[in-house]
């Protein structure tokens, strides 16, 4: 069975420039989520689908960052423009479900994309 | 408050000992627990998950679980140097809807 694909698996850019990400989850996950992880720190939630409905993008900096997965199956997290402290690796991860309890709630990542803003 | 806490370490261990990992909750409601290993400059792997009171067990790991006390924990026996890594803790919330939060990690370094 495939993994969770990301690319590009590197990124640089000067601030304010746009920049797009790229996530297929692993096929029949019908929950997709896009983590932004700080050296340093846990993953922290950016924004959680279900098919091709948002769950929670309560941590998202709408301003500048948005995402969409308009089949319910690949995923796209765009920035613009892109700031300083938006260096970070962007993770994708999918399970099958989301909420309740058993496996089908586990949820498996991807190689993640390094983004350095300079 | 955080809603999923973990002590940052590093956890120094010898060779041979048990580790022990423990992470606290803030949601009473949440019902899946999970437990990721995370190499430095790779991504998060899962290696336990967990959903009722009591233990699990899956080779030298150890998943623990107390909904009463909003605490999981992560024993791994026989540590090994290649168990160095960084351990996340991560527990499906109910917000306003279910949704999978991560503690900031601890770092375990096993000493050979």
């Known amino acids: 069975e495939a993994g969770v694909a990301q690319s590009p698996r590197y990124k640089i850019i000067e601030k304010r420039q746009s920049v797009a990400f790229w996530c297929n989850p692993i096929?029949?996950?019908?929950?997709l989520y896009w983590y932004q992880q700080i050296l340093g720190q846990g993953p922290k939630l950016l924004i959680q689908f279900q098919n091709n409905g948002v769950v929670d993008d309560s941590q998202l900096p709408k301003d500048r960052f948005s995402a969409e997965r308009l089949k319910g199956v690949d995923s796209t997290l765009k920035i613009q423009p892109a700031k300083l402290e938006d260096s970070a690796v962007y993770l994708c991860?999918?399970?099958?479900?989301?909420?309740?309890?058993?496996?089908?709630?586990?949820?498996?990542f991807g190689q993640g994309t390094r983004l350095t803003v300079v | 408050q955080k809603e999923v806490e973990q002590n940052s370490g590093p956890l120094s261990v010898p060779e041979g000992a048990i580790a022990s990992l423990n992470c606290t909750y803030s949601d009473r409601g949440s019902q899946s627990f999970f437990w990721y290993r995370q190499y430095s400059g790779k991504s998060p792997e899962l290696i336990m998950s967990?959903?009722?009171?009591g233990d699990k067990e899956d080779g030298r790991f150890t998943a623990q679980l107390n909904k009463a006390s909003q605490y999981v924990s992560l024993l791994i026996r026989d540590s090994q140097p290649s168990d160095s890594a960084t351990y996340l803790c991560a527990v499906n919330m109910m917000d306003s809807s279910y949704k999978l939060i991560f503690g900031s990690g601890t770092r375990l370094l096993v000493r050979p």
């Open positions: 991860a999918s399970s099958l479900l989301y909420g309740g309890t058993g496996r089908n709630t586990e949820a498996f």
């Open positions: 096929s029949g996950h019908a929950t």
């Open positions: 967990i959903y009722s009171n």
